[in-house]
């Protein structure tokens, strides 16, 4: 089992975080967090790294509905998406497959939830 989904786009990196985002949107996701990757290591320690971002998705209907079933699930939220340069004017996109990373965790009613976040993220990946 792959632990993601992901697709290439022929757009440059803030174009496809844009993208990415109203993708998510109509999806019914919000990005809670951005975390620019390579400036967060050129600051720390000095790294060079393609562009790279992460995106911290999460559609609060259906996390909600998971917390409710785990308390401690929120230590695997938000999703994460990945938008990152390959080239110049062309990237990646990248979402975690909450089905794959919810097997550590033995319950019925979140893998089923967890099944619903995957099909919505591959309908995103899918409509870029």
Do not use: W
Request: hydrophobic share 45%.
């Amino acid at each position: 089992m792959t632990y993601y989904t992901a697709t290439k786009i022929e757009k440059p990196l803030a174009e496809s975080i844009a993208h990415v985002e109203a993708a998510l949107k109509e999806e019914g996701f919000g990005v809670l967090t951005r975390i620019d990757v390579a400036a967060t290591l050129k600051e720390k320690i000095g790294a060079e790294l393609r562009p790279y971002v992460i995106l911290g998705a999460c559609n609060p209907k259906l996390a909600f509905e998971a917390i409710k079933r785990e308390d401690k699930v929120g230590t695997m939220l938000p999703c994460n998406v990945i938008v990152q340069e390959i080239a110049p004017g062309r990237s990646e996109v990248a979402a975690i497959d909450p089905v794959a990373s919810m097997q550590a965790i033995d319950n019925a009613e979140l893998l089923a939830i967890a099944g619903e976040v995957r099909e919505k993220l591959r309908r995103v990946i899918e409509r870029l």
